[in-house]
RNA sequence: GGGCGCGUAGCUCAGCGGUAGAGCGCUGCCCUUACAAGGCAGAUGUCGGCGGUUCGAAACCGUCCGCGCCCACCA
């Protein structure tokens, strides 16, 4: 046990975080705190970090998520969970990739001219600088993880795993290779999933061609024009009379001299456009299935950098230089029937670069998604895994329950390469982590790698040893929780129960879902490099503590809604620690102590009771938040019991009576005590590090880290908290009329006190300390009378009173006072109210009623007392 | 085209059947011996519009207006 008295005087009247926080932090991982054990008997509770991509540093939205991770797992661990926060990086296939390009390219490289060994070489040395970089700013910002379980997706644990669900999957006949239509980007030069496409409106032209001469012509329309030379039929509907006459005969297709056939199709909506449609097998999603059901030629006309390679005046030409071309060499054929321009119309673009994507035929890896999504849905249905807030499960289910196949296989060379060989005569084998790959002459691996959220959907478990069945597999799988952004919940949480489901036999990967929102500006708007409003938490921190920018992000987050932040609420949050961090100095400063037990009930005043009632009533408060990760409300609930209660009410009042000494003193001095003690200890895992240098101050216990979590002791007394609520009342009515009369605040008044038959008579050296009354010793002349719920104080104030603003205040008070009462009374006169209202309502009419009719009376006396003008 | 959500104090948001709340901002007085990164006192809203249900609606229902997000193969 520190010595209190020393202890406060090395604290200084400012809490400077910056020189606090970090060997703190460098403390807690030295002594192990955050290590988990997985051979402990301890309940255990798992949480898996969203493996921040390495493409970079981290920005406020992950000091968001891991404030939330942090918050939750310091709790589990004080309430003697064996906790697992596993850290982790995302290796992050095409975006990684993509920086370490654009790197080479200020040396004016490609990746081509590094082959594509050096160029992996490449990207592993940016790795370990950049996640360098991350894990630094996990350290700054506080979080619990244990460091020796950190894994990469790329490391050679997760390729295991990634290599082993290949092959059971291919094995299980749910990985297939096939020719289809897939995104393709011709930047990135690779297949891009559905959900990497972005879809944004674009001006476009929509230009209707005749196809075919005379009665055998027909108009198609397009905003693709340039995939007019890769057309291998037009499509009318089977119903459609206009053109019966023209099914199954050719007509000549524009500009390449070909002729086509007219097919009759159901997916043709007959009653858009002219109700006829070109058919580009080779270049359009749709046309692909329609050239399927037609046996039609797949005719292939871009290559892979969006450039036409159809043979004629357009070969070379980059796809939109195409398109204008096409057009105008349809027009000056006489062949444009129409043209809308500009029309507007959804465009899909790459969501790593931005570049129009482009449909493509082409040859890739698939996971058949039917099964798996099915088993992913019915989690969530059968109620085994929940999603926090509720409303985000319709989306997961509109999702899930209509999921196409997933184009696992990406043109890259960052990532997992697919553990399959080919062999020289078209044979095809899949290898397995312990399989030696087939040798000999033409047997190479394929060059495709795996799309990163194939390796991520493993995090669960992938990081705890699967596919070994591992002492940390059994203990800390499934995770309790996982706590991501609702962007992500299709691209990977998705993913993470497919392949949960899968590999660890039916067992989900985690119990609940909790989705939070993102990260905006000060005024609600998405924050991002290119507006300028986004900020590096660093610069935060470095400027008003972690425990300041953790606190700002805590109490902006309502589960599954967006959090907007500003520089001024972190300054808001700052002050509060800073208040926090002096409340306790001036604890210490007077002796508040924790040893020894509480004092017996019989012993304390109404003072002490009535904050222990309350302390325990946000214990239990607290607790039913972070049940239901109501962080923004749980965050709110201990600023206000802090500020408002216990440092302006609690601490003053208890500066009387440290004054005044004697047993109720002491009894004060542990009161206080425990009161901070419990405070900073559910303060610590929103705000760890000042929690953390007070606590162990004041307690000289090890660490907050490790200390006991409170517990609600259900002491709880009404009369104590009614009686403080009373003697609140009457002093912020006296402050009032004191500020009301120009009073200055450290202005002593002689004053005479009566207290009546309030019960607060206890309380009279503590009113005239926070009043700044004096006794109102010989020649007490009374001025001014203030009957304030049953007391009476008196003032001299010598003369010095403005009656006039007085007169006007209660005038105001009372005319608001009548209102309620006559509101009150209609209410209490109304028949059906009160037939119908129950009982408890009807009652709090009737309080409501008697209280305005007591402040009537007050302020009708005061009035009265006033002299006459 | 579907689905979800939102419009509450100057700003950002809680409240979701019983007569309006928070943070920040704002006004006034004060360096009252823990804290001026503070204290005390105070002002501020026809709770998007219109109908309906109800004894009672910011809250429930309908509708309209404005905004956002997600999904979808609109030639």
């Known amino acids: 046990m520190t010595n209190p008295q020393s202890s406060a005087a090395e604290l200084p009247t400012q809490y400077t975080p910056a020189e606090v926080e970090a060997p703190l932090y460098e403390r807690w991982v030295e002594r192990g705190y955050f290590k988990a054990d997985e051979k402990s008997g301890k309940e255990p509770y798992t949480v898996v970090i969203p493996p921040p991509n390495v493409t970079g540093s981290l920005h406020l939205g992950h000091a968001f998520e891991h404030t939330l991770i942090d918050a939750l797992t310091r709790r589990k661990r004080m309430q003697g969970y064996e906790t697992l926060w596993q850290p982790g990086m995302d290796h992050a296939g095409i975006a990684t990739q993509n920086v370490v390009e654009r790197e080479l390219a200020k040396e004016g490289k490609s990746r081509h001219d590094l082959g594509r060994e050096a160029f992996i070489e490449r990207v592993w040395q940016w790795k370990a600088e950049s996640g360098g970089k991350i894990s630094g700013q996990m350290r700054r910002l506080g979080d619990g993880v244990d460091w020796d379980r950190e894994r990469f997706t790329m490391d050679q644990g997760c390729s295991d795993a990634v290599q082993t669900i290949f092959k059971r999957l291919y094995d299980d006949e749910l990985i297939y290779r096939a020719e289809r239509i897939i995104n393709w980007c011709p930047r990135c030069l690779t297949a891009i999933s559905d959900i990497e496409v972005e879809y944004q409106e674009d001006d476009g032209e929509l230009v209707s061609i005749r196809y075919g001469d005379g009665d055998a012509s027909i108009v198609v329309a397009t905003t693709r024009a340039e995939t007019m030379l890769g057309d291998t039929a037009v499509a009318v509907h089977p119903d459609d009379e206009r053109y019966a006459h023209l099914v199954g005969t050719e007509i000549e297709l524009p500009l390449t001299g070909r002729r086509i056939p007219i097919v009759a199709d159901e997916h043709v909506d007959p009653e858009f456009g002219s109700g006829a449609v070109k058919v580009t097998p080779a270049h359009d999603p749709n046309d692909f299935e329609i050239g399927r059901r037609h046996n039609l030629e797949n005719l292939n006309v871009l290559d892979e950098h969006g450039v036409i390679t159809a043979h004629g005046p357009f070969l070379g030409q980059d796809r939109f230089e195409a398109r204008s071309a096409i057009v105008a060499a349809l027009r000056a054929e006489g062949r444009i029937v129409a043209e809308k321009r500009p029309y507007v119309h959804s465009v899909g673009h790459c969501s790593r670069c931005k570049t129009t994507v482009e449909p493509r035929l082409s040859m890739q890896w698939w996971v058949k998604v039917g099964p798996l999504a099915k088993a992913a849905g019915d989690a969530v249905r059968d109620g ?127 119990h609940t879902i909790a989705l939070h929102g993102m990260v905006r500006d000060q005024f609600g708007k998405k924050m991002s490099k ?105 965050s709110d609930a201990l600023f206000h019991f802090a500020w408002d209660e216990v440092f302006d009410w609690y601490v003053e009042l208890s500066k009387t009576t440290f004054a005044e000494g004697g047993p109720a003193a002491d009894a004060s001095r542990r009161v206080l005590g425990e009161v901070l003690d419990v405070m900073l200890r559910l303060l610590h895992p929103v705000v760890p590090f000042v929690t953390e240098s007070l606590w162990t101050t004041l307690t000289g216990g090890e660490s907050v880290v490790i200390a006991d979590w409170p517990t609600d002791s259900g002491f709880r007394d009404a009369a104590a908290e009614a009686e403080i609520a009373k003697l609140q009342q009457v002093i912020t009515e006296v402050r009032r009329f004191r500020s009301d009369q120009g009073l200055q605040p450290g202005q002593r008044v002689p004053a005479r006190i009566d207290f009546g038959d309030t019960g607060l008579d206890a309380h009279d050296a503590a009113a005239r300390q926070l009043l700044r009354l004096q006794p109102e010793g010989a020649g007490f002349s009374e001025t001014a009378s203030l009957p304030v719920s049953g007391a009476k104080i008196s003032l001299d104030l010598s003369g010095a009173i403005d009656f006039a603003a007085e007169r006007k205040r209660l005038t105001k008070d009372l005319a608001a006072a009548e209102k309620e009462k006559k509101q009150s009374e209609a209410k209490l006169g109304n028949e059906a109210f009160l037939a119908k209202a129950p009982d408890n309502v009807v009652e709090k009419i009737r309080t409501r009623l008697s209280t305005a009719d007591a402040d009537i009376a007050r302020i009708q006396t005061q009035l009265d007392s006033l002299p006459k003008a």
């Open 530 to 634: 290119s507006f300028g409003n986004a900020v590096d938490p660093l610069d935060w921190m470095d400027k008003y503590g972690s425990d300041a920018v953790r606190f700002t992000l805590a109490r902006g987050a309502n589960p599954g809604v967006d959090v907007p932040i500003g520089e001024d609420w972190v300054q808001g949050s700052r002050n509060f620690a800073n208040k926090v961090w002096n409340a306790t100095r001036f604890a210490l400063m007077n002796g508040a102590t924790v040893e020894g037990p509480l004092p017996p009930v019989e012993q304390l005043s109404s003072t002490d009771r009535w904050i222990l009632s309350r302390l325990n009533a946000v214990v239990a408060e607290v607790d039913a938040y972070y049940e239901d990760y109501q962080f923004a409300k749980l």
């Open 384 to 510: 085994r895994v929940k999603v926090h807030p509720k409303e985000m499960e319709s989306r997961y289910f509109g999702w899930i329950d209509n999921l196409n196949d997933w184009c696992i296989s990406r043109q890259l060379w960052w990532g997992h390469r697919i553990p399959v060989w080919h062999g020289p005569n078209g044979e095809i084998v899949c290898v397995g982590p312990d399989e030696e790959p087939p040798s000999g002459d033409g047997w190479t691996q394929d060059t495709d790698v795996l799309d990163t959220w194939f390796s991520s959907g493993l995090w669960p478990f992938s990081t705890m040893g699967w596919p070994e069945e591992t002492d940390s597999l059994a203990k800390f799988y499934p995770n309790s929780v996982l706590v991501t952004g609702y962007d992500i919940l299709f691209f990977w949480v998705a993913r993470m129960m497919m392949f949960g489901l899968y590999a660890m036999d039916g067992q989900e990967p985690f």
